[in-house]
């Protein structure tokens, strides 16, 4: 089993920032990917950022482009996601999820690719 603890969340200012972690227990893989997504009330799950494990490559929507970082760190198995400029919209709870299977960088998007998920943590940005 794997466990996933997300911290960082909390109330921002729009145009601020936020830095939420991800930290991963239990069982490892060998090829694995990890990713953040988000629910807003009303709305479906959306994916946010995602990362290949192995070689640190990312993909992020469109949405946050350019304002939010994924990352990771090896040693501490943790995967961070640095939100910038942050918007209204950006509100959601953020859930962080881990895909144990798979190689392709593309399937990252996909909400239905990741086996173990985060209980979410609450962002919410003033206007």
């Known amino acids: 089993q794997v466990q996933l603890a997300e911290s960082g969340g909390g109330l921002a200012q729009a145009g601020g920032s936020l830095r939420l972690s991800c930290a991963a227990s239990?069982?490892?893989?060998?090829?694995?990917?990890m990713g953040w997504f988000r629910q807003a009330p009303g709305k479906e799950r959306e994916f946010v950022a995602g990362i290949r494990w192995s070689d640190g490559s990312t993909l992020y929507a469109d949405s946050v482009k350019g304002r939010f970082t994924i990352s990771r760190d090896n040693a501490k198995n943790t995967v961070v996601l640095q939100m910038e400029s942050l918007k209204p919209e950006d509100a959601a709870v953020y859930y962080c999820a881990l895909k144990s299977r798979g190689y392709r960088l593309s399937d990252v998007t996909s909400a239905g690719a990741y086996d173990y998920w985060g209980q979410g943590t609450q962002v919410t940005v003033s206007s």
């Open positions: 239990g069982r490892t893989f060998s090829n694995y990917a």
